[in-house]
């Protein structure tokens, strides 16, 4: 069953809240400042191998998510919080991991807090 709200189609709605699927962009593009209390999202690692999905590059992961976390920053409640499932990846050629989830992370705090 899917319900519409503001033009959205949301998963599931309990007492305190909805769940929303579709294209996160687009929902966070459209959604009103300060009015979500909890995002959970798993985006596309940065992966050193393309999947068909779409994921990008670990080096270019910072520049692709930052549009994304202008939203997020923007949607979240001062009160809110924002739980990221995202994997690590390799170095390309080497036998050692990339650090763009730990430089994620930072670059959340540093820009968006």
Known sequence: ????????????EAEHGRIFHGDSFH?????RSNSVDLIVTSPPFGLVREKDYGNVQADEYLDWFRPFATHLRRVLKKTG?????IGGTWNKGLPTRHLYHFKLLIMLCEEFD
């Open 1 to 12: 069953m899917s319900l519409h709200f503001d033009g959205f189609e949301w998963f599931h």
């Open 27 to 31: 929902l966070l593009s459209n959604l």
């Open 81 to 85: 919080s924002l739980v990221i499932d």
